[in-house]
């Protein structure tokens, strides 16, 4: 009876208290912290173990969220350049066959895991790289409550980890957490207009959140963290029906159908090409002497929806018409990164214009259109 007592109160303890313990101790490996029950993955080619990870070459980063769009594009950028890289990816809104190039690589290993749970790693981890999130505004409305999970209990559970492995902390934060902006172009030390309790704030408040923990731990626990704010980033590797507006636009005008605007499309954005992006995080994460940073990434080439639609049904030829909806609530008016201070500590400057960038992308929706 004591003995029950005891043991119960313990594993209240340890609940209260997971996700410190997950990352101060080293837990027994019996613990089934891996799940393979829904990845059509081979698990012999997926875990081919490397020795000690540190002794090779650039060291070992961490991707949380790595099996997404973007993540699954710095997977490829830190491999190119000699990483160990590690993917931790639940797949919620993520693919396998975005990182399906990468499975059986020596340096490569992917963790279907969910970064919400306790986090474990035997291990040296050099570099972690937090982008594991629900992106598009269809995701996170469909998922508020896991958006809030995973930048709120996974940024302290990816924190405490680099804490215990003495790593690198980048943070991906969103142009999002500027609201509907009242400066333009937006600039870091800006503190935006954020609506707490609209359809959005899921995402914007739970990235806000993050960021203050990024900073908690930087200043109390000197971690040398960096906060990357992404501005709207596009490529290939979307789902064709994330919801977000350039795959949207591009999958309606390869059927001919019509594209559908939100409001009048006089609302504007500016929109980078991943690699341009890719380039910016790769200099943010690997540079010394940034801790403690915040940096906006994005492409300062502002367009109207209206233009991008126009343009869209110009490079895929296409006879689809133009029709507008009702503008989604807080749909900010417009949107621009001033990126004076990436172009300072990083030499950033994206070179891919949206025209390009819609170019090299085209073929391959085109491919995927009917899937
Ligand atoms: N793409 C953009 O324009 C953009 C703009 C601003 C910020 N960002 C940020 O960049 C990051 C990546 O965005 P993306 O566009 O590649 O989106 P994405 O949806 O393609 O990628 C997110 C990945 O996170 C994974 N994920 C979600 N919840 C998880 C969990 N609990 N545990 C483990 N993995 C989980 C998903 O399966 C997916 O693979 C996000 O944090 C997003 O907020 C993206």
């Known amino acids: 009876m004591a003995k029950s007592f005891m043991f119960i109160k313990i594993l209240h303890f340890f609940n209260n208290h997971k996700s410190n313990f997950i990352n101060t101790f080293q837990l027994s490996e019996t613990i089934p912290l891996i799940n393979f029950s829904s990845t059509n993955i081979d698990l012999k080619i997926m875990f081919p173990y490397t020795e ?65 749970d306790y986090l474990f790693f035997k291990e040296n981890i050099d570099l972690i790289l937090h982008f594991a999130c629900p992106a598009s505004p269809f995701d996170y409305a469909q998922h508020p409550i896991h958006t809030m999970k995973v930048d709120s209990l996974g940024t302290l559970n990816t924190l405490g980890l680099a804490k215990n492995k003495k790593a690198r902390y980048l943070f991906a934060s969103t142009s999002e957490i500027y609201g509907s902006p009242e400066q333009h172009p937006q600039k870091e030390d800006y503190w935006g207009n954020v609506n707490p309790v609209g359809p959005r704030s899921v995402y914007d408040e739970a990235k ?17 963290i960096r906060i990357a704010r992404i501005f709207n980033t596009y490529g290939t590797r979307m789902r064709l029906l994330d919801g977000r507006v350039i795959p949207t636009f591009i999958h309606q005008a390869l059927k001919n159908q019509s594209i559908t605007i939100f409001g009048d499309g006089s609302q504007t954005r500016s929109f980078c090409f991943v690699d341009d992006m890719v380039e910016g995080l790769y200099n943010f994460a690997t540079k010394d002497g940034l801790n403690g940073e915040v940096v906006n990434l994005g492409n300062t080439e502002e367009h109207s929806i209206k233009f991008l639609a126009e343009e869209i049904i110009k490079l895929t030829d296409s006879s689809s018409d133009i029709i507008n909806h009702d503008l989604p609530e807080d749909d900010p008016p417009v949107r621009q990164p001033d990126i004076l201070k990436a172009n300072r500590l990083l030499g950033y400057s994206p070179e891919i214009s949206l025209s390009d960038g819609l170019k090299k992308i085209i073929p391959w929706f085109k491919e995927r259109k009917d899937g």
Do not use: Q
């Open 208 to 224: 806000r959140f993050s960021e203050a923990m990024c900073m908690a731990y930087f200043r109390e626990h000197n971690i040398d």
């Open 52 to 116: 000690s990870l540190r002794s090779k070459n650039m060291g070992t980063v961490l991707i949380t969220g790595g099996a997404g769009f973007i993540g699954s594009h710095l997977s490829d950028r830190f491999l190119k350049e000699g990483w160990d890289v590690i993917v931790l990816d639940n797949l919620l809104t993520g693919s396998s066959n975005n990182i399906s190039h990468l499975i059986g690589k020596e340096k490569f290993k992917f963790i279907k895991y969910d970064v919400t």
